[in-house]
């Protein structure tokens, strides 16, 4: 049987797990027969094409809609699609709602994130569904996640996230640092933190900007950079200046030019409250900075504290200012974390390593 696969994206943003999927779509190019997309027509991967290949424009994001549903049904039939690869959870709803019409459809759910799931009736069906071929875990934790809610062992494979080192090869370093802090003004002897993730409670921007405020009574040769947009952003921007942090902090919004902005950072802080992996983590790793990181979901498989990076527990704001505090003024530490990250990211979290896996979970479904 031939491997002929439909990506199904229902997020209308672009974030990691868009990007993830762009990355497996570009890898399995020469690996299986052909590869489609659906996602909704007014999301930024079908307006953008960003998924380089056939996209069907759903009609919403709704898993519910049958329009969608009608939709994905023709285009399996005509396309001959044998798998269905679901990047999110509404998209494995959609897949579900295929499948009474396509009972032979092999259908492969991406699990991207580390909450666990919850216990009611609809939640159980779509994680004990029979049609459900395989889970992808993006992490060994989520994996084990999955087993704790009781999915068999069998069903779950990990194939870790992944992010490509190429474009960090073409950045002058030092040039990005001078025309960030230049176009911030941001002093040429600062040590410049950053984060670049949603504006969202996941993300525990509350806890940096308390570990901020820390950190700022007793070290003052730092500035923080805050890249990104999303539902808190101006709750963010009211406390950070209630906090008295104006000065110290500036929020730039979204930004396009993401490897550019990681590699003008000497420090990326994620003090996530929860993260099924962290891609941004391994970005940031690539472009140069030292990670300082929560230790919650799949951080701890790349960050080892005082191996390839600082960890804190989730929340713990006064943890995090130490830990930033310990970089700023040991930076022979910083140096030999930083070496050590890149090893890893390169030896574990190689985009080959990311294709391979994926590859051989359809290729283990359509025997």
């Not at 209308?12 to 990355?23: F, K, P, S």
């Not at 500035?223 to 406390?239: H, N």
Request: proline content about 3%; aromatic content about 8%; glycine content about 8%.
């Amino acid at each position: 049987m031939s491997i002929r696969v439909l990506h199904i994206g229902t997020e209308y943003t672009w974030r990691g797990g868009e990007n993830q999927a762009q990355l497996l779509i570009e890898g399995l190019k020469n690996r299986v027969d052909d590869q489609f997309g659906a996602t909704p027509k007014k999301s930024v991967a079908y307006k953008e094409k960003r998924w380089n290949c056939e996209l069907l424009g759903l009609n919403s994001g709704n898993p519910y809609d049958p329009v969608n549903i009608f939709q994905v049904v023709k285009f399996v039939r005509s396309k001959k699609i044998t798998i269905i690869d679901a990047h999110t959870a509404k998209a494995h709803t959609l897949a579900l709602n295929v499948s009474i019409f396509l009972p032979d459809i092999k259908i492969v759910v991406h699990r991207r994130v580390d909450n666990k799931p919850k216990k009611n009736i609809l939640t159980r069906y779509k994680y004990f569904h029979h049609r459900i071929t395989r889970f992808t875990a993006i992490s060994s934790y989520i994996r084990e996640v999955l087993l704790e809610y009781g999915v068999s062992p069998d069903k779950i494979c990990v194939a870790r996230s992944a992010v490509g080192h190429e474009i960090y090869q073409k950045i002058h370093r030092t040039q990005c640092q001078i025309e960030w802090k230049k176009k911030y003004k941001i002093p040429a002897n600062h040590i410049l933190i950053g984060n670049a993730s949603a504006l969202s409670l996941q993300k525990g921007h509350q806890t940096l900007l308390l570990a901020i405020a820390e950190l700022q009574m007793s070290i003052q040769n730092f500035s923080v950079l805050i890249a990104g947009d999303g539902d808190l952003k101006e709750s963010l921007k009211k406390q950070s200046i209630k906090m008295g942090l104006s000065n110290r902090i500036q929020f730039i919004g979204f930004i396009k030019n993401v490897p550019e902005f990681l590699s003008s950072l000497d420090i990326l802080a994620v003090p996530s409250n929860n993260e099924g992996l962290g891609t941004v983590i391994l970005d940031g790793i690539l472009a140069g900075c030292v990670v300082v990181g929560s230790r919650v979901g799949g951080i701890p498989e790349i960050i080892t504290h005082n191996q390839t990076g600082l960890l804190q527990e989730v929340g713990d704001y006064k943890g995090l200012a130490q830990n930033l505090g310990n970089l700023i003024e040991n930076p022979q530490l910083a140096e030999k974390l930083r070496l050590a990250a890149q090893k890893r990211v390169r030896d574990e979290f190689s985009l080959q390593s990311m294709v391979e896996g994926n590859y051989q979970i359809y290729q283990s479904i359509i025997k």
